[in-house]
C-alpha cells in the first residue's frame, strides 16, 4: 500500500464551480500535512500547509482528519487559473511523501 | 536571483552512459533533496542531505550517488543510465531537516534514456 494516495481525477470543473478532493495517508504517525500544485511541466509549490483545525486561504480550505487518515481540500469559485495538479504531501521525521495529485481542470 | 537551479534542465543519453545534474540553493538552507518524478507522475524522494550530511537515503540502486560539496549543493551521479531511469529529476531545499516547512523545488531535469 503507497503511504499517500490521491484519486488522480481528472476533476473538470466550470469556472465558478466548488471542487473538493482527498488524500489518504496510511502512517498514523504522520506529524505534518501539506498541499502542493504542480502546473504542466513545472515544478511542485507549496499551496498551503494543514492544520488539525482545519484552515482557509482565500478560495482554498485544507482540512485533516487524523482518526480517519485523510486530508482534503476544497477550492471555491474556481478559476482557470486554479487548473493544475495539486499534490497531498505527509511529513513523518525529515521524510516527505507525495501522493501522485490530483488534477482539476477549470473550463470557460 | 533564483533560488534553486538545476542544470541541466534537459539531458538526453543513451544506456550505459554515466551522466551528472548539479543543484544549487541561494536560499541558506541546512537541508537539500533529490526527487524522482516518473511518467505516471509520482514524485518519490531520494535522497536528502542536511549540513552535507546524508540523512534520507531511499531504496536507490547505488548507481544513483549524491555529493553535497557544502550545503548550497547537491549533485547527482549516474552511472551505467537505464532505460528505466527517464524522469524528471527534481532538486528541492528548506530550511530545516523537520517541522513544517516548505520544500522549495527547482525546474527540474528531464532525463531521457533511449
Known amino acids: 500500500r503507497k503511504e499517500v494516495e490521491q484519486d488522480p481525477g481528472p476533476f473538470n470543473v466550470p469556472e465558478g464551480a466548488t471542487v473538493a478532493f482527498n488524500c489518504t495517508y496510511s502512517n498514523s504517525a504522520s506529524q505534518s500535512f501539506f498541499w502542493y500544485r504542480q502546473d504542466c511541466r513545472k515544478e511542485p509549490k507549496l499551496l498551503m500547509s494543514v492544520y488539525s483545525s482545519g484552515n482557509e486561504d482565500g478560495r482554498f480550505t485544507a482540512q485533516l482528519n487524523r482518526a480517519s487518515q485523510y486530508i482534503s481540500l476544497l477550492i471555491r469559485d474556481s478559476k482557470l487559473s486554479d487548473s493544475a495538479t495539486y499534490l497531498c504531501a505527509v511529513r513523518r521525521d525529515y521524510k516527505l511523501s507525495f501522493g501522485a495529485g490530483t488534477t482539476v481542470t477549470v473550463r470557460a | 536571483d533564483t533560488a534553486v537551479s538545476q542544470t541541466p534542465k534537459y539531458l538526453v543519453t543513451q544506456m550505459g552512459n554515466d551522466k551528472s545534474i548539479k543543484c544549487e540553493q541561494n536560499l541558506g538552507h541546512d537541508t537539500m533533496y533529490w526527487y524522482k518524478q516518473d511518467s505516471k507522475k509520482f514524485l518519490k524522494i531520494m535522497f536528502s542531505y542536511n549540513n552535507k550530511e546524508l540523512i534520507i537515503n531511499e531504496t536507490v540502486p547505488n548507481r544513483f550517488s549524491p555529493k553535497s560539496p557544502d550545503k548550497a549543493h547537491l549533485n547527482l551521479h549516474i552511472n551505467s543510465l537505464e532505460l528505466g531511469d527517464s524522469a524528471v529529476y527534481f532538486c528541492?531545499?528548506?530550511?530545516?531537516?523537520?517541522?513544517?516547512?516548505?520544500?522549495?523545488f527547482g525546474p527540474g531535469t528531464r532525463l531521457t534514456v533511449t
Open positions: 528541492a531545499s528548506s530550511p530545516r531537516t523537520s517541522g513544517d516547512y516548505e520544500q522549495y
